[in-house]
Structure formats: structure tokens, C-alpha cells
């Protein structure tokens, strides 16, 4: 037999509210930004531009716009194109000792466009993994 009183309080139950996308495991977080995609889909793009995120993904409406990528893409480039730049410049200046000028003409374009192929798939991967880890910024902050 149960007891129940019209006057009693009964707490009213939030609904469940599951992300309509799903979580994925790290490394498939990580592998699918790279690959400039949805970390959560693995369809959807990450990118509207060159850098820039979109809000929302188009597919499976996780909210890319809401991951912190912050200064963690260039520092990661950065590192990136500067341990293969700097090497190669000692070894084949020990090796063939070129002149200043066809140095210049070889290094400074192929850290150029060393720097821009690499930073778009590095903060694609920035963006699986602070989404993934849950590092969102309030939807409107800007
Ligand atoms: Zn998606």
C-alpha cells in the first residue's frame, strides 16, 4: 500500500538532456580535426574558411564554435616548422655551404608555406580535443 498525500512536495524532475552529438574516444577526436572534420561526426566540416570554425556543425550540430583553440595552433605550428626548418638549415649549411642569398630564396618561402599547410589541420585537431575535453566557452560569449 502506498502513501500519498495531495499536500505533499514532489520535486519535479529536469529532463535528461543528452548532446545531440556524440562523444567519440581521443585519438578519433584528434584524427578526424585533423582532417579539418567534425570531431564528433567525422562528416561535417570544421572550418567555414581558411580558419575560421563554424558554430555549429552542419551534420551533427556539435558546438565546434564553442571549442578554445586559442594560441595552442600556433604554438603547436610554431614548434612544428621550427624543428624542421632549423635542422635542415644547419646540416645543409654544414654540408654544401650555399650562398646567403639562395638560402634566403629556399627557407624563408618554405617556412612560409610550411606554416600555413600545418595550421589548419593543427587547430582542426585544437578543436577536436578541447571539444572532446569538454573546454567550451558559454555559447555567447564572442
Ligand atoms: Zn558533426
Known amino acids: 500500500m502506498t502513501y500519498s498525500s495531495p499536500t505533499r512536495w514532489v520535486p519535479q524532475r529536469a ?16 584524427r578526424r580535426g585533423l582532417a579539418c572534420r567534425c570531431p564528433s561526426c567525422g562528416a561535417g566540416k570544421i572550418f567555414q574558411g581558411y580558419l575560421r570554425v563554424f558554430s555549429r556543425c552542419e551534420v551533427c550540430e556539435a558546438p565546434l564554435g564553442q571549442a ?5 595552433p600556433p604554438y603547436f605550428t610554431i614548434l612544428i616548422v621550427g624543428h624542421l626548418i632549423v635542422p635542415s638549415m644547419l646540416i645543409w649549411e654544414r654540408l654544401a655551404a650555399p650562398a646567403l642569398w ?3 630564396m629556399v627557407w624563408v618561402p618554405l617556412t612560409f608555406l610550411l606554416t600555413l599547410v600545418l595550421l589548419r ?21 564572442p
Open 15 to 30: 529532463p535528461v538532456s543528452l548532446p545531440a552529438w556524440q562523444e567519440v574516444p581521443l585519438f578519433s577526436a584528434l
Open 68 to 72: 578554445r583553440a586559442d594560441d595552442v
Open 102 to 104: 639562395l638560402q634566403g
Open 121 to 141: 589541420p593543427i587547430k582542426g585537431a585544437t578543436v577536436g580535443v578541447t571539444l572532446k575535453l569538454g573546454l567550451l566557452r558559454p555559447e555567447d560569449a
